[in-house]
């Protein structure tokens, strides 16, 4: 799932070059406007994430257009409370997972956040916790995302707002989670 334009053009030039096997994208549909539309094309290592961002506090990992959301509310937080330093990975793919950074995450946070549009439920933040638990890893991981539920109608903006994982809903863990981590 790329998380912009770039990423998007990258991970279709990567996989036309065949060997793959079956290849699903989910690309983000909305407003996106690529405005360095002829640069290179960069080749995607298969199950690879992207580490945007390192911090020591807690880690956010968002698969897809999330990141965008996630970045955003990671530079508000920081910008308000620089004493919170917080990890920003780029899933990039649900399957498979960047196994080598899961493991490098959960030596270094007890607090995950993964941001996913998709449905929490054996969504990709399941499999993040089902990895921690299978490896030992103490971690606490916090799923936002779709709920396993009917939800409403509305624009693509009031939806992600109304499940909860928009800008703000990431802000607002990032807070939550920060606070429980140092009243422990």
Not at 50 to 61: F, I, K, P, Q, S
Not at 86 to 113: E, N, S, Y
Not at 126 to 153: H, K, M, W
Request: net charge negative.
């Amino acid at each position: 799932a790329p998380m912009n334009e770039v990423e998007l053009r990258n991970i279709m030039y990567t996989v036309q070059s065949g060997g793959y096997g079956p290849v699903a994208i989910r690309y983000p549909r909305g407003n996106g406007v690529m405005l360095d539309w002829k640069r290179d094309f960069e080749t995607v290592e298969i199950g690879k994430s992207r580490t945007l961002r390192d911090g020591r506090e807690l880690a956010v990992l968002s698969l897809g257009e999330t990141g965008n959301w996630g970045s955003k509310a990671i530079d508000r937080i920081q910008s308000e409370l620089p004493e919170i330093s917080v990890t920003h990975v780029d899933l990039r793919f649900a399957k498979p997972l960047d196994t080598k950074m899961l493991h490098r995450v959960a030596a270094q946070h007890t607090h995950v956040i993964t941001v996913e549009n998709g449905v929490c439920d054996g969504g990709v933040g399941s499999a993040v916790t089902e990895f921690f638990n299978d490896n030992n890893y103490n971690v606490r991981v916090c799923r936002l995302g779709i709920p396993d539920e009917f939800v409403e109608q509305g624009t693509p903006d009031e939806l992600k707002h109304l499940c909860g994982f928009d800008e703000e809903s990431v802000y607002l863990k990032i807070k939550e989670l920060y606070n429980a981590k140092v009243n422990v």
